[in-house]
């Protein structure tokens, strides 16, 4: 994907049998049902029947905590949008620069959830939960996709000891004679959806997968599993764990993306300028970022004669400078 979607990109389309431990999800919306001897109950998300639900502001979502939360704040007030909270437990908030925004603090998973539903318009999210909750639906559009924090990769990481000891691609894990229909590859992930599209897109036949919500790591010491499907940034938690990555095991790259809803877009009055308005910020400040403005006070009596001091100066070499960006204020 390219550093800067100027022309929204819809995230990418995909299709796949749930599997068999999954609930069975339908395209449009998540319906997860869970039934015993006792009860029956139903929990719908994202029921959206494809008319957006009128109202006059635009809903912004924004993580409620987790990693992704601080730094999310810090990109919308280094982009001049202060986000206006009355308190940590208030999920409602108000930026003044864009009267017509209602920020509303939400889990990442929850903010795609709502952004499916129509309940949220726009949101800020990792790409690994727009890809992984939003399971390619159309509606979902990446209108930024390199925000430039929240950084990490979904990939896969067996046991550096063992039958894996030699095993370093996914090519060598995928020829092992040892999975077969009735020993498949056991695999712990949080990414129940992703993680048995890229198994199936890798010709990994013989493949099941198991879910916890955390320390995954463990599971393979734990002989819960053979493999994991996780995040990893720094390496440090599969390094302690004896785990290794293999080539060709990174499902995604993963960083913050600002996602939005593409019927709002195009329905609810406001939206596009909005995001627009928001976009443009962003792009701002991300281009800023890796410019620098040195001030110097320098005697010469053209610009030119000053860019030609700097660039003789054999301690400022590395600087690129061009006479028409020295903005000179000549003194007599
Ligand atoms: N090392 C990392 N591990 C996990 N997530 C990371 C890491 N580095 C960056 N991230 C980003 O942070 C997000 C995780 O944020 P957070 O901790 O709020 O969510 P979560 O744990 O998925 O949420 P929940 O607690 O609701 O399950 C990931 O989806 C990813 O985009
Ligand atoms: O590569 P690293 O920098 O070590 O980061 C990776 C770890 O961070 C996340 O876990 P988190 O800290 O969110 O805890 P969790 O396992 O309870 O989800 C992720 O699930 C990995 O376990």
Known sequence: ???????????????????????????????????????????????????????????????????????????????????????????????????????????????????????????????????????????????????????????????????????????????????TIDRPLRVATGFTYLGPKFMQENGLKHVIFSTADGALEAAPAMGIADAILDLVSSGTTLRENNLKEIEGGVVLESQAVLVASRKALIQRKGALDTTHEILERFEAHLRAADQFMVTANMRGSSAEEVAERVLSQPSLSGLQVRPHSISSSLQA
């Open 1 to 179: 994907m390219s550093q800067f979607s100027s022309a929204f990109t819809a995230a990418s389309s995909v299709s796949l049998p749930p599997p068999s431990f999954y609930v069975s999800v339908s395209k449009r919306s998540f319906i997860y049902c869970c039934s015993s001897s006792q009860s029956t109950t139903t929990v719908v998300n994202g029921k959206f029947d494809g008319k957006i639900v009128e109202r006059d502001e635009i809903r912004f979502g924004l993580p409620s905590k987790g990693r992704m939360a601080g730094d999310t704040l810090d990109l919308l007030k280094d982009c001049q949008l202060s986000v206006k909270q009355v308190n940590p437990r208030q999920y409602v908030a108000q930026i003044p620069q864009l009267s017509n925004v209602e920020v509303w603090f939400q889990r990442p998973k929850d903010i795609v959830r709502k952004l499916l539903s129509g309940d949220l318009d726009l949101g800020i999210v990792g790409l690994d939960t727009v890809s992984e909750y939003g399971r390619g639906d159309e509606d979902l559009i990446i209108v930024h996709d390199a925000l430039k924090y929240g950084d990490c990769r979904l990939s896969l990481a067996i046991p550096k000891y063992g039958i894996f000891e030699n095993i370093n691609s996914l090519k060598e894990l995928a020829q092992m004679p040892r999975w």
